[in-house]
């Protein structure tokens, strides 16, 4: 069974920096692209960052020039470097993969369970 499992969230001040991880375990073949998303109380979850397999990346224009998304594919990790941050950053960030179990089977999407990010003073 396919798991991703967050870590690294908590409670920053503003300014303040934070490193999310997402580790993927299970029967993985092959991970595609690996995103994180964050969601706020009240409102939509939205894509945050993500990185392909072939390592190209691509962050929404409000984290730009902050935050910085990598990849480990050999050790399935995904991580989320959270610098300058601001307290509408807050919210529960959740990793994502497309992935596939096994040669034959389809591609899936999975989530984590979500951590929470908190800045504030």
């Known amino acids: 069974q396919v798991q991703l499992v967050e870590s690294g969230g908590g409670l920053v001040q503003p300014g303040g920096s934070l490193r999310l991880s997402c580790a993927a375990s299970?029967?993985?073949?092959?991970?595609?692209?690996m995103k994180w998303y964050r969601q706020a109380p009240g409102k939509e979850r939205t894509l945050v960052a993500q990185?392909?397999?072939?390592?190209?990346?691509t962050y929404a224009e409000s984290v730009q020039g902050r935050f910085i998304i990598s990849r480990d594919s050999a050790k399935k990790l995904m991580n989320l470097q959270m610098n300058s941050l601001k307290p509408e950053d807050t919210a529960v960030y959740y990793c994502?993969?497309?992935?596939?179990?096994?040669?034959?089977?389809?591609?899936?999407?999975?989530w984590g369970q979500g951590t929470q990010v908190t800045v504030s003073s």
């Open positions: 994502n993969a497309d992935l596939r179990e096994t040669r034959s089977s389809n591609v899936r999407d999975y």
């Open positions: 299970g029967s993985i073949f092959t991970i595609y692209t």
């Open positions: 990185v392909t397999s072939s390592g190209s990346k």
